[in-house]
């Protein structure tokens, strides 16, 4: 195999037959001859029964599992989990642990899967918790976090660390790092936060430290790139379905009766598709992706005087960033941001519900009866539900795993529902989001049977969009799109767009 650096500092190894491992960061990169010690797992009495626990440090995972026989084999990551050597003392080690941006169901559960697999695989007693944020790192007091400490904390929704937005100040925070002489950093927060880590990872290995920089994915939104999904997105898609099936209850009790329920997504509009296939009580969906109007042929109002006519009711989920071109026509409005320079949406669901309400009232063809429900907040202030706590615990222990064998600038995540390590600059080269292209919007359109409103126009503005660069090979389609007509960048996408 050989080796290559590229200029952003990528990993990549290329083997046979079209094999490219694109690698993360270890400390031996920029530290020779680090000391290395046998992993402690091998004389735990609750993982010596187990057959191979270690990974092999050859084993990669592929980015793509549909393939065709003449395929190259592609991209692939470091696969997660404990190596037979680590390159940090359990006595020796000082960890971290810092939750950034929105909150997410299962951010306790991470932290405390941290604490607890540091401590109970590792022997390691040493763990900060940062408060609020990034931001902590240099303005507050931090938080010893024990097993004891953090063990019913799953239970609660939200962060026991507190988050924030802005306040990404580097040199401060690295400061912070080697003043408190903390040699393990765990950043669990969204595609911002990702980027913050890489910028920290980057500031320590300038220093020549021996910090190793590990990322847990959390996104609602699903807008993190390469991962399947984060964890609490199942969580919220399923609190979604509550105020879906409310919406819908109320809609078929009345004459013509209109639920319009607004649902998170600020770029990217997967909680609003996702809730939308689970419940089917959906008759339109509107997302981020796919622009809509509301007046003339093919409009939003033209099919919802059809769907009230044949069945009396309907719903309606909008995700929070749809339509915003719309609406600051409309309300002629500035844009602006919040700390972290996200933009900052108006309400998408109240604006509709108007405009729906006035043509209408204005048409005088059918008195509807509108209720709006906007259970944004609901939906990620909650606890993690099952699968999503057994999703945190196995991140966890991967990022743990991870940084104890020395991986540093890397975040965790599920690629084909196997865990990986993969590079910061992978995860932050751009932002994950609905292709309407692909296959999964399509099958929503076929569920809801709700117009596209999309001319032939601009489903080839569509593509050329999606057309981003990509690092995929030569002839490489979108998983068995045999046309050709699907773009690279839908080939790119996780799991949530393709899904079979
Ligand atoms: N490009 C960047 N470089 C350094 N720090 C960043 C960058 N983008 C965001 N951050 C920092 O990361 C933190 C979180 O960012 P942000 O508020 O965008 O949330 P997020 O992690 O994207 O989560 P979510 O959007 O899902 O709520 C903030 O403290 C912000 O200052
Ligand atoms: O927490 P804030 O600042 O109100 O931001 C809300 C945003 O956070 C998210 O929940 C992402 O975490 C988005 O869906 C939403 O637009
Ligand atoms: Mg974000």
Partial sequence: MGSQSNPQMMKVVAGDAGYLLEDVPHLTDYIPDLPTYP???????????????????????????????????GIHFRRAGPR???????????????????????LNTVIREIVCGLYHMYGVNKVLGIDGGYRGFYSKNTISLTPKVVNDIHKRGGTILGTSRGGHDKLKIVDSIQDRGINQVYII???????????????????????????????IDNDIPVIDKSFGFDT?????????????????????????????????????????????DVDCCLIPESPFYLEGKGGLFEFMEKRLKENGHMVIVIA??????????????????????NRLLHDVGLWI??????????????????????PTYMIRAIPSNASD???????????????????????????????????????????????ITDRMWARLLSSTNQPSFLGPKDVIEVKKEEELPTQLLDGELCKDDKSGTMSKSSALLGCLNCMQ
Avoid at 262 to 278: N, V, W
Avoid at 354 to 373: G, N, P, W
Wanted: aromatic residues 6%; hydrophobic residues 35%.
């Fill in 39 to 73: 992993n402690p797992l091998r004389s735990n009495p609750a993982y010596s029964v187990v057959k191979q626990y270690f990974v092999n440090v050859d084993d990669t995972v592929p980015q793509k599992v549909v393939v065709h026989k003449s395929s190259p084999r």
């Fill in 84 to 106: 037979q050597k680590v390159y940090f003392d359990s006595d020796e080690v000082h960890a971290c642990i810092v939750t950034c941006g929105g909150l997410c169901p299962g």
């Fill in 189 to 219: 927060g969204g595609d911002g936060t990702q980027k913050g880590a890489a910028v920290i990872y980057e500031e320590i290995r300038r220093r020549g430290l021996k910090v190793a920089v590990a990322g847990i994915p959390k996104t």
């Fill in 236 to 280: 919220a898609v399923e609190e979604a379905q509550r105020a879906i099936n409310a919406a819908h209850v109320e809609a078929e009790s009345a004459e013509n009766g209109v639920g319009v329920v607004k649902l998170m997504g600020r770029y990217s509009g997967f909680i609003a598709m996702y809730a939308t296939l689970a419940s089917r």
């Fill in 320 to 341: 929070e960033g749809a339509g915003q071109e719309l609406l600051s026509e409309s309300l002629h409005s500035v844009d602006l941001k919040d700390a972290s320079g």
């Fill in 353 to 374: 519900s108007q405009r729906i309400k006035d043509h209408f009232a204005k048409q005088h063809k059918m008195d509807i009866t509108l209720k709006y429900i906007d």
């Fill in 389 to 435: 706590n057994v999703n945190c615990t196995l991140l966890a222990q991967s990022a743990v795993h991870g940084a104890m064998a020395g991986y540093t600038g890397f975040t965790v995540g599920l690629v084909n529902g196997r865990h990986t390590y993969i590079p910061f600059n992978r995860i932050n080269e751009r932002q994950n989001k609905v292709v």
